[in-house]
């Protein structure tokens, strides 16, 4: 089974900061990792994700996340934060191929100017 | 058309009545997914069908809950007698991957149930 916590509820920034989303996750096989986004009254859709090529994944909109065995995390980060950045982000992970994906409860970012 | 469509996109209804919530995927996407998102609990899993068959169904909550696919495409979710903690918004999903954990999936806009 697999599972992903991802610390802090509501993460506040300002516009032109860093933005550093956690996630760290349990799997007890190489696990696949996604990052998804929701923008208010939509649905979810893809940032990015990691399929066991390079550690270090870029994705749509300036966001990257690094994936750390060691530390079973896979934080999603931005250089710049926008105001159009303000959404709510989902980490979750998958176990293997043919299992599911399991998400996290979600991040909201608030960026102010 | 071209994504997810859930319908209907809201729906209030009285504690004991029974709802259905429809899902049609992307054309060709043999994988959807059911989950169920509330408030500060983030994405639930409820079921995923391949094809027709749903090989994973672990995450309904109930009996009360039930879902179908047929033709492999439209999925029609059930929930018999509704409950106050039913309410939330289900969201459906659907990818053309044999193995789901490894592609992305494409979400609806989802359906809001409230269960007054």
């Known amino acids: 089974a697999q599972s992903v916590t991802q610390l802090g509820s509501h993460v506040s920034v300002s516009e032109g900061a860093l933005v550093l989303l956690r996630c760290n996750y349990s799997?007890?096989?190489?696990?696949?990792l996604f990052w998804y986004v929701q923008y208010p009254n939509q649905g979810l859709q893809l940032l990015l994700k990691?399929?066991?090529?390079?550690?270090l994944v870029k994705g749509i909109n300036g966001f990257e996340a690094e994936f750390k065995k060691s530390e079973t995390s896979f934080h999603l980060t931005k250089p710049s934060a926008h105001m159009s950045d303000a959404a709510e982000y989902f980490c979750?992970?998958?176990?293997?191929?043919?299992?599911?994906?399991?998400f996290g409860k979600g991040t909201m970012l608030l960026v102010s100017p | 058309g071209a994504g997810v469509s859930q319908s209907p996109s809201n729906k209030v209804t009285e504690k004991g009545k029974d709802v259905e919530l429809r899902c049609d995927p992307i054309?060709?996407?043999?994988?959807l997914y059911w989950y169920r998102q509330s408030l500060g609990q983030g994405l639930e899993f409820l079921i995923y069908?391949?094809?027709?068959?749903?090989?994973?169904k672990s995450g309904l909550p109930s009996d009360r809950f039930s879902a179908e696919r047929t033709g492999g495409s439209v999925s029609t979710l059930t929930i018999q007698r509704t409950q106050q903690e039913d309410s939330a918004v289900y969201l459906c999903?659907?990818?053309?991957?044999?193995?789901?954990?490894?592609?992305?999936?494409?979400f609806g806009e989802g359906s809001r149930l409230t269960v007054l």
């Open positions: 979750a992970v998958s176990g293997s191929g043919y299992s599911t994906l399991t």
């Open positions: 069908f391949q094809g027709n068959s749903a090989p994973d």
């Open positions: 054309s060709g996407h043999t994988a």
């Open positions: 990691y399929t066991s090529a390079a550690t």
């Open positions: 799997s007890s096989v190489p696990p696949y």
């Open positions: 999903a659907s990818n053309a991957m044999t193995e789901p954990g490894t592609g992305e999936l494409f």
